[in-house]
């Protein structure tokens, strides 16, 4: 997936907009930093939805976006692992390095990007197949196992690692639609998890469910970071404080300010920061 060193994103300088006062500065080259974001912005059609972003995410860290509706948090989410690609008038502009590739190097495939940086959507959706097949759907595409041995291992250790093996143990074969909602969310999880991502983008993983399925997940995420890197996209600012290491707040488009998480929600440089936690607008 790595193209040569020389190759990168022509930004053109008609697309973009002058940057926000006190724009977030971009992340420096590091290698704790898995993605490091410079000027990016996307389009749908006409419409900007995302500007000017500058920002880079830490490795085996949780990184919260937070915002108000259409402020441009889920849009910014998918570019890291291309689903905006799916979207006939979705545009790209800036660059987004992986581990120094840029994933929108023409010669990136966006299939190998798609596994290494999983997603679980905000409505669980298993497929309609049996849990274990549910599981084993991805290994299988992308020919990570060699044996059954192999595919029942990956099986049993997935859901394990995504907190569920003790509920479907014993009901492998049952369809993962007959589950619950916080069960087919952590089923959804353990998907991602069994084609062995590195980073794993959830787009409010919890707005669907009870307050204890929703308890359940945070714990998960929690446990998950020890291997995973996690970009959670969450409209309750209170489960952003909870779950997240750092926090990215959005309006409008644009990146207003994102530094740790206890800082963000006590101490915020930009006065639309501190409104929206406040509750003035949002």
């Known amino acids: 997936m790595t193209p040569d060193e020389s190759s990168g994103v022509t930004v053109a300088s008609s697309d973009r907009a002058s940057a926000p006062e006190n724009a977030p500065v971009a992340a420096p080259p590091d290698e704790d930093f898995v993605f490091d974001v410079r000027g990016l912005s996307v389009f749908y059609g006409a419409f900007r939805a995302v500007r000017d972003v500058n920002m880079g995410v830490r490795r085996n860290e949780i990184t919260a ?49 798609r596994r290494r940086i999983g997603m679980v959507f ?3 959706n298993p497929f309609p197949k049996s849990i274990y097949e549910n599981v084993a759907y991805g290994a299988r595409v992308h020919g990570l196992v ?5 595919l029942d291992d990956l099986v049993e250790e997935s859901p394990l690692k995504a907190g569920l093996i003790e509920e479907v143990k014993d009901r492998l074969q049952e ?29 409010e993983p919890c707005s669907a469910l009870d307050p204890i399925a929703t308890a359940k997940i945070e714990e998960l995420i929690d446990e998950l970071h020890e291997n995973f890197t996690i970009v959670i996209v969450t409209h309750n600012m209170q489960q952003a404080a909870r779950v997240s290491q750092r926090t990215a707040f959005f309006h409008l ?10 800082k963000i929600f006590t101490n915020p440089r930009d006065e639309r920061t501190q409104d929206y936690i406040t509750g003035r607008f949002g």
């Not at 840029?102 to 010669?107: E, F, G, K, T, V």
């Not at 007959?178 to 069994?194: V, Y």
């Not at 488009?253 to 206890?262: D, Q």
Request: aromatic fraction near 4%.
């Open 175 to 203: 369809p993962g639609t007959g589950l619950s909602g916080g069960q087919q969310q952590r089923l959804c999880i353990a998907r991602a998890i069994a084609v062995s991502p590195e980073v794993i983008l959830m787009d």
């Open 146 to 150: 060699s044996s059954r041995g192999e």
């Open 122 to 124: 905000q409505k669980p």
């Open 253 to 262: 488009g644009i990146l207003v300010e994102e530094g740790e998480t206890g």
């Open 65 to 113: 976006f937070i915002g108000p509706s259409g402020c441009g948090k889920s849009t910014m989410l998918r570019s890291f692992n291309r689903m905006n690609d799916l979207i006939p008038t979705a545009r790209v502009v800036g660059s987004i390095d992986y581990h120094g590739v840029d994933l929108y190097d023409p010669r990136v495939d966006p299939v190998e990007v």
